[in-house]
């Protein structure tokens, strides 16, 4: 009896954990699958896509030097330079003055490129290998990279590339002897036409480099950026590490022993992701790459702690609540086992001992229920039995057997009761603590039941939502197709799992991840359907962060460069599918340099975030507002074809960026020039489309700004004509196609010459005498005015020292000085050189400077202008009365001379408005203290006119027009 | 309640259904020896990636198409294999015809086809992946070579059609600005044996080396003729081949014993994985069995396409086709990594010469992997894409 007793005992406890945490365990384990599963893919896809965009940036960056370096090996600047350096260095060698000539030319060219482009230095290299030209001068300078010592060196490799297969190459990143640091090279075949003339090679500024791939945004704390490179028996790291900032091109890991960590399979050219130890045995997530273009492996990689961190803490919580499962089973099992097993095994005691003949055993039962009052009868029974006992031995013994029967029935029916309600009160408690929201409908999918967490995520109360069908939370997002495909699935097999849009009470929709699974009965009839779902919208959220940080530019939250791009493709193919068309917009702020200057980057920040509201109010949903950088904007503008539908939208925009803003405090103005590309018209690839948009631009810059342009085949053409313009100005520099002629001033009796102004000409070989009007604005513009100054004022210097050395009565000469002359930086040390090197006295230079220039800051000009005049050179004030100078600022000016604007002298008739403005600016100079020239004096009349004024020189056509220097000689007295 | 919970323990996995790939290739005609050993090659990559637990879980399955020789029917199987056998992606053709008219297909379909072949360049379709090499990979490393060892008098001869063509151009345009001097270029009809007036002005022009782009039997009356002549000359002329390989020269081992081959693989690069590779191979496909350029190319094809899908976690086509450009891994040859630019693989660049038994000796190789840059910078022709980027 012992034995049965012990057996229901652990019948009990056996059904207790096959039936309720048996499953529960299941359950648990796979919700933790599925949960970890989830959640290292969002990880990883992550890491991934940091990963790629960091290959993607270096690979980017990569073509764009290459495009540019390929670019500059077809300039004439460079195909000349390398030519000229190349004569020279054989004819005289790099210590002569004719290297140093065209040294200096070049120097200011490249200097642009290298400000600009994160270049640490150029080289242009003769076909013979020798480096003949560089900005640094560091040793690698005068060497031979076909034969001297750095003929292994990284550089050597490129420029060899770019001779022998004239495609340009890009190094790899590694030390460099000469300046010994990290760096890597590009390097360009020079061709002219289809001849190669040599190399032009650069070094990069691996700074810039360094600090992109160093940058672990979106990686946690714990997040890191190797790169290494393989060699023979071990890999090579290139960059700083936390743990050690020296490590770069320092530190190696063997491959031996150590072939499956990320780093050396990234370098050997794999490729993957896991939760792996890194290099120095630290558990790590890590995504790898291997970089072809730097011939290295990339490794992302994040501490698996705190990678795992949000899973574990969830975990934690799961742990506690299966922990009170498991308690509160024991604790029913002791209450059982109190309630009915005790007394069942004092009764079966005392009728073991009945049965073994001893009447005088009672059961000790204190209770109240069933067992209690049953223990009692027996009791009672017994006592009865003792006394009847001889009469009635027979009978009780028979009544002792049915009683038996009856107690072991009674034993098992409350055995059974008991075992179900614990098993309903488990799977309830379940359900209603879960983490997940359940959902559990009847087979004509009425919502019967709803756990809290449902109410917590969707904030539906069960009062609201118990009767109704699942679909009254529908979001709308998905279409009929969508809700029959998922009923067909779970018609099919019973199950549909996936993402959903729903809405939550407040009417808020959010992503969830849904498993929806049909209870079958015996009949496979459905009674129940039961759906489990998890709120995924802050995991989508995360994911939505990281793409952001991808594709948008952190201050206007506009798309970036690279967004736009995939855009501008997308809308390429798109329309090209429609058949319809859109437009391309570039703007460039106007006055933007200013603010910042002015104000500072904080307030500039502040501009471009206003300008990027006021560009989004002004178009439309669907069009694309982007920030490439600096102050530069595009917009695409979908489904537009003709100009006519464009136009609107662009003066609405430059409306809007005139409209005045403050910043810093400040009420500040700016405008816009936009530039407009249509497509299919004006181009039907995306490469076309920006270069022409940009060209469009341009011109609206070019046009005064404020404005919009479309693109046209002749603004192409007109700019691809500049660009020639240009280039042959270059070239006439260089080759001395310039010349000065000279004009003389003469007293008013017009017998004897005060002076001369030299005006530049340019004798094209080709298209003969141009005119300065053409080609001085766009050396202005170019900065190729420099150079043409400097020529022009020691020119004009050697010529009057010819000319003053055969008379008493020196000559002035007068050169204009053109506003970028006159603000460039070192002026008086370039005069001051010029002056000593010519040997002639200050006071018969006089610089001429316009009005205008002078007006544009008014402190600084008066401040170079005293500097000038202390030094003893005469100062002339040109083009005077185009201005509009107060006659305050007049006597401030320290000049010795006013010109008055031809425009006044041309129209002089007695009593005209021009002739008082004339007779006001004479008198006014005289009070002053100044001469006076009258320009463009071409009749009698007007000669009269000044006469009477007592004007003191004149200068135009009626005396002479201006000369080459030999007929000059003639007015000399 | 209970029943609540019931599915957790009731729920199946079923078999996952197989993903399917097509293969394009000649397995009648004339190019079916060429292009059957490159459907052996992939179908060792396929039964690797199955033996290591398919793709997504699931297992590949190869549909194969008979080309036929013939670029149409290659075109109208490309288009069933799409449209009917719903293939994940298509891995085929061998000659540029074959290639076009399949890429109208695939542009079409916005499907992805994987090229083996080395190929004249030009081209970037966004459906098509090129693990051949571009001419800058093989044919201008090998003529930069060539003039220097052997010296700068160059005679082109090749077969009349498009690759020598091409490649006879590009040669035309560079080799003058490094020195070199053409003294003639020659096409032969597609399968002539007509060689003699060939071998003849070979003979009386003595170039430093000819540079082969003959394709097919051709080449066994061209370098049995020009053999004879070389046994009687002063100095033997050397050939320098772009078209010929392993696989050819099995049937004719000793053909061109001496001469020399531009590749990015040979069967005979000394390195454990290459050794494993062959092994691997002859295991499953017979001792005699060799492996060359193409078939490697063809090869590692399958394999990035699997990265790219495990990359991408799904085999739709376009999604595919742009984690593939992520791709890297190491193959026969050495590293190999997709080009997210232009499409094509960086690839090591090899020079051989012929032994008697067939096999290459390894003269000289790129240092490192070199950039594919199928539009040469210093040809004038314009960059555009075959069809706008999706």
């Not at chain 1, 979908?638 to 100009?643: A, D, G, I, Q, S």
């Not at chain 1, 006439?732 to 009796?749: D, M, S, T, W």
């Not at chain 2, 992939?42 to 699931?58: D, F, P, Q, S, V």
């Not at chain 2, 052997?150 to 151009?169: E, K, M």
Request: glycine share 6%; charged share 20%.
């Amino acid at each position: 009896m012992t034995m049965t007793i012990r057996t229901i005992q652990t019948r009990l406890l056996l059904a207790m954990v096959i039936l309720i945490l048996t499953p529960i365990l299941i359950l648990n384990e796979q919700l933790r699958q599925t949960h970890l599963e989830s959640h290292t893919r969002a990880l990883i896809r992550g890491m991934t896509q940091i990963a790629d965009k960091k290959a993607g940036q270096i690979e980017f960056f990569i073509q764009d030097h290459l495009e540019e370096i390929q670019l500059l090996g077809h300039t004439p600047l460079v195909i000349e330079g390398i030519r000229t350096l190349q004569r020279i260095w054989k004819e005289s060698g790099p210590e002569s003055d004719a290297y140093a000539r065209a040294d200096t030319l070049l120097r200011s060219q490249f200097a642009e490129y290298l400000r600009r482009g994160h270049y640490y230095d150029a080289f242009l290299i003769a076909l013979d290998g020798t480096v003949i030209f560089s900005i640094r001068h560091e040793p690698d300078f005068g060497t031979n990279l076909r034969t001297g010592p750095l003929r292994f060196s990284e550089l050597a490799k490129v420029v060899k590339v770019a001779r022998t297969m004239l495609e340009p190459d890009f190094s790899e990143y590694d030390l460099y002897p000469p300046s010994n640091a990290p760096a890597a090279f590009l390097a360009g075949p020079v061709m002219d036409g289809q001849q190669l003339v040599g190399v032009v090679a650069m070094q990069f500024d691996m700074h810039l480099f360094t600090e992109v791939m160093l940058d672990n945004t979106g990686l946690g704390e714990s997040g890191a950026t190797l790169m290494a490179r393989l060699e023979t028996d071990q890999v090579r790291f290139l960059l700083p590490m936390k743990s050690d900032p020296e490590a770069a091109f320092r530190r190696t890991l063997p491959l031996a022993s150590n072939d499956q960590q990320p780093i050396i399979q990234a370098a050997q050219g794999k490729h993957g992701s896991a939760f792996t130890r890194d290099h120095q045995g630290e558990n790590v997530l890590a995504v790898w790459r291997h970089l072809p273009a730097l011939r290295v492996g990339l490794v992302i990689q994040m501490n698996a702690n705190e990678a795992m961190a949000e899973f574990t803490q969830s975990r934690y919580w799961e742990k506690i609540f299966l922990a009170g499962v498991v308690g509160a089973l024991l604790l029913i099992s002791w209450y059982v086992h109190r309630a009915v097993v005790q007394p069942i095994q004092e009764l079966t005691r005392v009728t073991e001992a009945l049965s073994a003949g001893d009447l005088g055993q009672r059961a000790w039962v204190v209770r109240q229920d069933e067992t209690g009052r049953l223990a009692a009868a027996f009791n009672t029974m017994a006592d009865k039995l003792l006394t009847a006992q001889l009469q009635l031995e027979e009978r009780v013994q028979a009544r002792t057997a049915e009683l038996h029967a009856a107690n072991q029935q009674l034993h098992m029916q409350i055995t059974q009761r008991k075992e179900t309600e614990a098993r309903l009160l488990l799977a309830h408690k379940v359900i209603e603590n879960a983490g997940e929201a359940i959902l559990i409908t009847d087979a004509q999918g009425f919502i019967t039941h709803i756990n809290p967490a449902y109410e917590r995520i969707t904030g539906w109360s069960r009062a609201q939502i118990i009767g109704k069908k699942p679909s009254v939370t529908k979001s709308g997002r998905h279409d009929q197709n969508f809700y029959q495909q998922m009923w067909q699935t779970l018609n099919d097999t019973g199950r549909w799992e996936g993402e959903i849009w729903d809405r939550r009470a407040n009417g808020e929709t959010f992503p969830k991840w849904l498993s929806i699974t049909a209870i079958h009965d015996d009949q496979h009839q459905v009674l129940h359907y039961v759906g489990v779902f998890l709120d995924i919208s802050q995991r989508k959220a995360d994911e939505q962060r990281l793409e952001h940080l991808a594709y948008y530019d952190p201050l206007t939250a506009l798309p970036n460069r690279s967004l736009f791009h995939e855009r501008l493709e997308r809308e390429i193919s798109g329309s090209h599918r429609q058949r319809t068309g859109f437009a391309l917009f570039f703007i460039d702020l106007d006055r933007f340099k200013q603010v910042n200057d002015t104000l500072g980057h904080g307030a500039g920040d502040e501009l471009l975030i206003i300008v990027a509201e006021r560009l989004l109010s002004r178009v439309r949903e669907n069009d694309t507002v982007a920030r490439l950088g600096g102050d530069e904007f595009t917009i695409i503008l979908t489904h537009v074809t003709r100009p006519e539908q464009v136009s609107p939208v662009a003066q609405n925009l430059l409306d809007s960026l005139q409209t005045p803003l403050v910043v810093a405090g400040q009420e500040v103005r700016i405008g816009g020039s936009i530039g407009i590309a249509l497509y299919p018209h004006d181009g039907t690839s995306r490469e076309q489309l920006t270069q022409n948009a940009d060209m469009a631009m341009y011109l609206a810059k070019e046009k005064g700004r404020n404005n919009y342009q479309f693109f046209s085949k002749e603004l192409q053409t007109r700019i691809l004509d500049r660009v020639t313009l240009e280039n042959e100005l270059t070239k006439a520099i260089q080759h001395q196609e310039l010349l000065l002629h000279y004009q003389p001033k003469f007293n008013l009796e017009g017998n004897r010459v005060a002076g001369v102004e030299s005006l530049v000409r340019w004798n094209h070989p080709e298209k003969g005498l141009i005119s300065p009007a053409r080609f001085i604005p766009l050396a202005e513009e170019t900065g190729l005015i420099l150079p043409m100054g400097t020529w022009i004022l020691e020119e004009s210097c050697r010529q009057i020292k010819i000319w003053n050395a055969k008379t008493t009565h020196p000559w002035h000469m007068a050169v204009n000085l053109s506003p970028r002359q006159f603000q460039q930086p070192n002026l008086l040390p370039l005069i001051k050189e010029l002056l000593d090197k010519t040997n002639i006295s200050p006071e018969w230079l006089e610089l001429e400077i316009t009005e205008g220039v002078l007006m544009g800051n008014v402190e600084e000009s008066i401040a170079i202008m005293n500097r000038l005049r202390d030094s003893g050179i005469r100062l002339a004030m040109d083009d005077f009365g185009t201005g509009y100078s107060s006659l305050n600022h007049l006597k401030r000016f320290p000049v010795h001379t006013l010109k008055i604007d031809q425009s006044f002298v041309r129209e002089l008739t007695p009593n005209s408005t021009d002739a008082i403005i004339v007779q006001a600016i004479i008198t006014l100079a005289r009070a002053l203290g100044l001469t006076v020239v009258a320009e463009g004096v071409e009749t009698v009349e007007q000669l009269e006119f000044l006469k009477k004024q007592e004007c003191h020189l004149v200068q135009g056509y009626l005396f002479s027009k201006p000369l080459p220097a030999q007929d000059l000689e003639r007015f000399y007295t | 309640m209970v029943l609540a919970l019931s599915w957790f323990f009731g729920c199946t996995q079923e078999p996952k259904k197989p993903v399917k790939i097509g293969i394009l290739h000649s397995l009648t005609g004339t190019m079916a020896a060429s292009e059957q050993p490159l459907v052996d090659a992939m179908t060792l990559a396929i039964e690797e990636i199955n033996h290591a637990g398919g793709i997504l879980g699931r297992p590949l399955q190869t549909v194969v198409a008979d080309t036929q020789s013939d670029p149409h029917t290659a075109a109208q199987a490309a288009e069933r294999l799409i449209v009917e056998e719903q293939v994940a992606a298509l891995f085929g053709c061998w000659t540029s015809a074959c290639r076009l008219e399949v890429k109208a297909v695939v542009e079409r379909r916005q499907h992805l086809l994987f090229y083996p072949l080395q190929y004249e360049g030009m081209e970037r379709s966004s459906h098509i992946i090129y693990t051949g090499a571009t001419p800058n990979q093989q044919i201008i490393p090998a003529l930069l070579w060539a003039m220097e060892q052997l010296g700068p008098r160059l005679y082109l001869i090749g077969s009349d059609y498009l690759f020598p063509h091409a490649a006879n151009r590009l040669i035309r345009t560079l080799a003058p600005s490094q020195g070199g001097k053409i003294v003639a270029e020659r096409y032969l009809p597609m399968g002539s044996g007509q060689v003699e007036p060939i071998i003849t002005e070979i003979s009386t022009l003595q170039p430093d080396v000819v540079l082969n782009t003959i394709n097919g039997d051709s080449n066994v009356a061209f370098f049995n003729a020009l053999e004879q002549a070389n046994r009687n000359a002063v100095k033997p002329v050397a050939v320098l081949s772009f078209s010929i390989a392993e696989v050819e020269l099995a049937q004719h081992p000793g053909l061109m014993q001496g001469h020399y081959a531009a590749w990015g693989y040979f069967q005979s690069i000394d390195s454990p994985r290459n050794r494993a590779f062959i092994h691997r191979f002859r295991s499953r496909f017979g001792q005699n069995r060799v492996l060359d350029d193409p078939m490697e190319a063809a090869y590692v094809g399958v394999h990035l396409w699997a990265q790219g899908v495990n990359d991408a976690q799904t085999i739709a086509p376009d999604r595919v086709s742009r984690a593939v450009l992520h791709q890297s891994l190491q193959a026969p040859q050495g590293i190999v990594s997709l080009d997210a630019a232009t499409r094509h693989l960086w690839r090591t660049v090899r020079i051989g010469r012929a032994q008697a038994d067939g096999q290459f000796a390894l003269l000289w190789s790129s240092e490192r992997p070199v950039r594919p840059s199928p539009f040469p910078a210093w040809l004038d022709k314009p960059r555009a894409d075959t069809q706008p980027v999706p």
